[in-house]
């Protein structure tokens, strides 16, 4: 009998679950917005060369796992990959990052999305492009601001093709 009891709860704990999906439904394109906003000045600040503004959109103890390279730990660590990658030659010349979904909860954002970008590379005659996906987790500080917490990106280039 009591095994019984717990069924008439089903619908309103559907219910809850719902209004929890329809309330993330309805904010995702605000998220979705701010998101796209915030990638497009940080984009902008490193193509640009901008290495110290760029890193300001990181957490202090963000965590990046670039594609096909060692895990970043700490702005101090990502700082210096960036610096020397910026003294190597290579030069970002367009970096476009597509947010498809994003969702809130607890004091952190996260998204899911896509991105292209093409990049001079000494020895190279050509830009190099590359295309791929991203998951990135925001969390939201105090005076309403996102920092990037993990950045995790993978390209769709598939190697042999």
Known sequence: MRRWAGIRWIPLIMFVSG???VLSEENEDK???????????MNQAIANGNIEEGLAYYADDAVVLPNHAPRI????ELRKKMLKQKKSGVDFGSFMGTVERAWESNGMVYSVGSYALSANVPGRPRPVGDKGKFFAVFRREPDGTLKIVYDIWNTDIEYGK
């Open 19 to 21: 209004a929890q999906v």
């Open 31 to 41: 998220l979705i917005n701010e998101l796209q906003e915030l990638m497009a000045e």
């Open 73 to 76: 730990v700490g702005k101090a």
